[in-house]
């Protein structure tokens, strides 16, 4: 009998699925991080102050969500992306250069979250039916987290 279980007992080929997903994942998010950060270090005008730190907050936010997506894949027993060449590959969140108009970062924000939210729910989806409940949890997370940003920096642009 063949062994298909991974050594954290779930099954191999449906981790290989989640973990190209979470590559996806992180791709999408490193450049999510590199446009919240070029945001905090560009911005300009009379909401300078209040949107520095929330960039600020995003790219921090960002980097932590990075780091547990690839330690996810390797828990998963593959290996994370790693290059901003494959990143910019497979991304669906393009570079945002020289954005230092606050709504203008703010509609960039928004946009990228329109490809990491249907993005997240179709791995919480994917992890629930596999019983990968370390990538469910963290997906979960992240969809409740964005929801409420979504709103939130909606209701800033009116």
């Known amino acids: 009998m063949v062994n298909t279980l991974s050594r954290i007992g779930l099954d191999q080929a449906q ?14 998010y ?9 945001f905090h270090w560009n911005i300009k005008g009379n909401k300078f102050f209040e949107l520095h730190a929330k960039f600020e907050e ?8 990075i780091d ?13 992306l790693h290059t901003y060449t494959d990143y910019s590959a497979v991304s669906g969140i393009r570079e945002a250069k020289d954005v230092s108009d606050g709504v ?18 179709e791995l919480l989806e994917l992890s629930g039916e596999s019983g990968d409940e370390g ?8 969809i409740r987290e964005q ?8 209701a800033y642009l009116g």
Do not use: C, H
């Open 58 to 65: 995003l790219y921090n936010d960002s980097l932590i969500k």
């Open 30 to 38: 490193q450049l999510f991080y590199m446009n919240a950060r070029g």
């Open 15 to 28: 981790s290989k699925i989640l973990s190209e997903k979470l590559n996806l994942l992180l791709a999408n």
């Open 104 to 121: 203008a970062a703010v509609k960039e924000i928004l946009k990228g979250y329109e490809v990491l939210l249907p993005l997240e729910r």
């Open 135 to 142: 990538t469910n949890a963290l997906m979960s997370d992240y």
């Open 68 to 80: 547990e997506i690839a330690e996810r894949i390797l828990t998963l027993g593959f290996t994370p």
């Open 147 to 154: 929801e409420k940003l979504v709103w939130m920096y909606s």
